[in-house]
């Protein structure tokens, strides 16, 4: 079977951005998996916690924590960084690394709170929008309404009687409109009530 053009372009462009070809990974040797494919090298939670408390309260990484948290990065990516990493390192599975989640977000929230930081459970919190005045809303509502008043006057003025089929322009003058339900509810609410009832 002749391989396309198009299938040797594609993995030509993998290899030169630095990707793995598709299926790469089945042909790897079975004596050197990588750390993800063996055994985690901890499965007990409270374990794993101590440890990535332990890896977070390194001062160079409590700092570079620290500076993103201040820098608007959200706890949330950080934590899922952290682990992320220690599941390509081979420290935890995936369901551990799930477990772990909130906990690490709480270290390191604590960690923001201890050292006086602002921070933002995910990145973009902090735009939030602009508070108006009732007086500002309400030119804004307005200006909208004039707006929307003026479109659809330019479409009104855009359509022709021409533009729709004579044989239908017939059977809508032909048409003749029954009274509106509204119309028989004012009819039947004005008959004397039964409390109103002469002797």
């Known amino acids: 079977m002749a391989t396309s053009e198009k299938a040797i372009n594609f993995i030509q462009g993998n290899l030169e951005r630095g990707q793995a070809i598709p299926g790469q990974s089945l042909t790897n040797s079975p ?42 990065v959200g706890v949330i990516d950080i934590a899922s960084i952290t682990l992320y990493s220690g599941f390509l390192e081979g420290k935890w599975n995936p369901d551990l690394m799930a477990l772990l989640m909130e906990p690490t977000m709480f270290m390191i929230m604590a960690l923001a709170e201890k050292a006086n930081i602002d921070f933002d459970l995910e990145a973009g919190d902090r735009d939030k929008p602009k508070e108006m005045s009732g007086e500002s809303q309400l030119e804004t509502i307005t200006s909208g309404v004039n707006e929307l008043d003026k479109m659809r006057q330019m479409a009104a003025s855009r359509v022709s009687p021409q533009s729709v089929p004579q044989d239908v322009r017939t059977i809508i003058e032909e048409t003749e409109l029954s009274p509106s339900l509204l119309q028989r509810v004012e009819e039947e609410t004005q008959s004397k009530s039964l409390l109103g009832r002469e002797e």
């Not at 007990?44 to 990535?52: G, K, Q």
Request: charged fraction near 20%; charge should be negative.
């Open 31 to 72: 004596e050197e998996p990588y750390n993800w494919e063996k055994p985690s090298e901890y499965s007990n939670p409270r374990e794993a916690m101590l440890y990535v408390f332990e890896s977070l309260t390194i001062p160079e990484t409590t700092t570079n924590i620290l500076l993103s948290l201040s820098n608007g």
